[in-house]
């Protein structure tokens, strides 16, 4: 073992850390989606041909042995969303870019929500960090569309068929619309709570993801966490929060230096 590490070359780390980071990156593109559960499938079945293969199943061997001979083309098609989405992210700034892209993305939510109080329109709004939630994603309405304020906003109007259920948000894009989240069973929330807010809560129980709720009878904005419920927000005390929770405090001085700056340029 002291052997292998003594006669690693630099060369040698940083060709493990540029393969490890891809394969990071890949896992963070599919996590929660329907392409990480068609991964597993593939998984499957090559474990499935290697045991063909040892108990010489001829048939089964020779079915898998063709499918698997065109493995990279079948790939390529079922992840060609995924793959899309991946490109597009090459060039972007790793670290600071990724912050920068948060901030707008968590100002497009705020904006959104700040719209839907003053007029009064319900809204649910799922917003994911580590936990999957791909048995509520596949409960709604596909939509994977960048995410802005508008379509947010036209998705919780009225005369919207989705308008009822909830919205999920994974790293900047509108995953689904529509989707059926499951209520909390804690006797001791208060019942002047609605649907939205129950549901909100039940879903925080269960991953860790962050849901904003605008009342339809108040018009009141309320963020949910791990079971918490935080009412009575305005616009600014739900941006601050969102942002103390999806950007750490450093990256949070440092954007708003770097906006300064160049606001400040663009004025000379």
Known sequence: MFDTINSLRWQDVIDIVIVWYIIYRLLLIIRGTRAAQMLAGIAIIIFAY?????FELLTLYWLLNTFLSSIFLIIIIIFQRDIRRALTQVGQTPFTKTFENTVH??????????????????ALI?????TGLNDHIDSGQTIDAKLSKELLISLFQTRSPLHDGGVVITMGRIMTAGCVLPLTKNPYISKKLGTRHRA????????DAVIVVVSEETGSISLVQHGAINSGLDANSLRNRLKTIFVPKEEQNYIWKNWLSRSQERKV
């Open 50 to 54: 290697f045991v063909a293969k040892h």
């Open 105 to 122: 993305y968590l100002e497009e939510v705020v904006e959104a929500a700040r719209y839907l109080s003053r007029r009064k329109i319900g």
């Open 126 to 130: 799922v917003l994911t960090r580590e």
């Open 200 to 207: 909100a809560i039940g879903l925080s129980e269960e991953s």
